[in-house]
């Protein structure tokens, strides 16, 4: 009972992602062949609201769910390390035609040959954890 509040948020942002036609890999596919503004936008909106929420964070140091301080710590700049995730998460993104955000919004929409995408990503971060301390980081 203590997680409600997550499963509702949970639904909230798959009827969001539904709605906005996040999921559609019409809207996608539009994005990635630069057809329409669509998803730029979506994801303009999200960058806003993700650096006005990281700001509020900071200034009010805001704590975790479990009470816990939220630090913020700067990272060491690597334009190859950034290339290379990037153009692996594109990769993914581009060859099943979602992001990693609506994958389960996509299940809830019907479309259970997205569960093989599922298990392919938590196969992959399984993957990346097993490899992380042989990675640059």
Partial sequence: MKYIKFLIVGILFGIIMTKSEAISWFRIQEMFRFQS?????IISSAL???????????????????????????????????????????????LSGACPGPMYTLVGNGF???????????????????????LPH
Avoid: C, P
């Fill in 48 to 94: 806003a609201v993700g650096f006005v929420l990281v700001q509020i964070i900071k200034r009010t140091s805001m704590k975790t769910y479990e009470g816990e301080n939220i630090d913020f710590k700067d990272k060491k700049m690597s334009i190859a390390r950034y290339l290379f995730g990037g153009i692996v998460f594109g990769l993914g993104w581009a």
């Fill in 112 to 134: 259970s040959v997205f569960l093989v995408v599922i298990l392919s990503a938590i196969l992959g971060t399984y993957t990346y954890g097993l490899l992380r301390k042989w």
């Fill in 37 to 41: 503004f669509h998803m730029y936008g």
